[in-house]
Structure formats: structure tokens, C-alpha cells
């Protein structure tokens, strides 16, 4: 009876404190649960705040890695060269990357007609049908005047939809770029760039690669 007692009146002091904090930001100095006769508190032995503070990785092992290239803004099937480039990477990853298809993101994207302008939120479509087709995270990557400006450029990337905390230094001038995305939330976990293209893109999914590894460590 005593316990039953006990319970009832912590929780009629539980509502009562929920309610009291709804309506007076000082209302936790008022009602104190430690004051109160009855009220029971049940102390947890379990790990400090330090020790909870475990710093795990921006990239999992387990990560899931769509490859989409873009050219004038627009997601294109991967040219066969580069390819190439990303199925050595894959090989020799812990990680999972293969390429995203157009016909894929068709699947999700409605086509636009031709009298209405194309979106300006094209990369942030990518990442999305990434997600929808079950990809973690997704590089998104452009060379040429597409690295310049057309994707990758500071006014584009205005548009995306992504979070990116500030631009490498040595991301401006690249003649190719790569973002590594996460899919589901569109923050931009990492950047990379190359500046020989000329035998295809092995440098930049070489950058692809280290950037993928120092973000899988704790």
C-alpha cells in the first residue's frame, strides 16, 4: 500500500512538474522532486558524460556509395573510361561503390518539359534518388567547365540543398571535383579534387579513396 502511495504520488508530482515548466521557465527552481515527501528517485549507476562521449566514424565500414557524374548540371551515364576508375576504387575498398544510373534517377525525377526552366536543386535530386535506391551516401563528382562552374561552382552549389561548412582552399581553381555526400541528411562529409584529367580520372578517385579512409577512422 505504502509503495503503491509512494508511485502514485511521483507521478502525480511528474505531471504536475511537466505542466509547471510549460507555463513558468521558472518553475524547475520551484518545485524541487527531491524536496517533495513520497517522491522516489532511483539513482543510475552507469557511464559519465565523458564516457559516453565516443567518437565514431563520419564513414562507416558497412557504407552503402553511389558514384553519379554530372556534366552541364545534369546527372549523365558514367563515360566508360572513368568507369574504370571507380571500379578499381571499389576493389580495393573496404566499402561498397558502384555507379548510380540515369535511368534511375529518371525513375524519381519527372522529366522537366522543354518550355520550363530545369531546376537549380539538380545535385540535391541526385543525392535523393541515391537515397531512394538505397545508397548511404553518394560522391558526386564533375571536370571541365563542369567542375568550374556549371555543378560545382560557389553560385551553384548556392541551390543544392547540401550543408557544407566551407570550401577547400584548393577547391576552386580544380579541374576536377567530387563531393562525398550523405544521402539521407545531404550533409557533405568530405571534398576532393584533381587537377590531371588527361588520361581520364584515376587522380581524382585516388583523392576519392583517402578521403573515404580518414573519414572511416574514428
Not at 33 to 58: C, H, M, R, W
Not at 92 to 101: F, I, N, Y
Not at 150 to 171: K, N, Q, V
Not at 179 to 200: D, P, R
Amino acid at each position: 500500500m505504502t509503495t503503491v502511495f509512494k508511485t502514485l504520488t511521483s507521478t502525480i508530482f511528474g505531471a504536475a512538474l511537466i505542466a509547471g515548466f510549460a507555463n513558468s521557465a521558472s518553475a524547475l527552481e520551484i518545485m524541487n522532486p527531491l524536496d517533495v515527501p513520497g517522491y522516489e528517485i532511483e539513482l543510475f549507476d552507469g557511464p559519465t558524460l565523458s564516457q559516453t562521449n565516443i567518437k565514431t566514424p563520419a564513414l562507416p565500414k558497412t557504407a552503402k556509395i553511389a558514384v553519379a557524374r554530372l556534366d552541364e548540371g545534369r546527372l549523365i551515364p558514367t563515360p566508360y573510361g572513368e568507369e574504370y576508375d571507380w571500379t578499381l576504387l571499389d576493389k580495393r575498398s573496404d566499402m561498397e561503390v558502384s555507379l548510380l544510373s540515369l535511368s534511375a534517377y529518371l525513375k524519381y525525377i519527372p522529366a522537366t518539359p522543354l518550355h520550363i526552366a530545369q531546376s537549380d536543386n539538380r545535385i540535391d535530386e541526385v543525392r535523393m534518388t541515391a537515397a531512394l535506391e538505397g545508397y548511404s551516401h553518394v560522391i558526386i563528382y564533375g571536370t571541365g567547365r563542369d567542375a568550374a562552374w556549371h555543378s560545382f561552382g560557389s553560385r551553384a552549389l548556392e541551390h543544392t540543398g547540401l550543408t557544407m561548412d566551407a570550401d577547400p582552399a584548393i577547391w576552386k581553381k580544380a579541374k576536377a571535383k567530387a563531393l562525398l555526400v550523405n544521402s539521407f541528411t545531404g550533409e557533405v562529409l568530405g571534398a576532393a579534387s584533381a587537377e590531371n584529367i588527361e588520361y581520364n580520372i584515376g587522380e581524382l578517385a585516388d583523392n576519392v579513396d583517402a578521403l573515404m579512409t580518414r573519414l572511416s577512422k574514428a
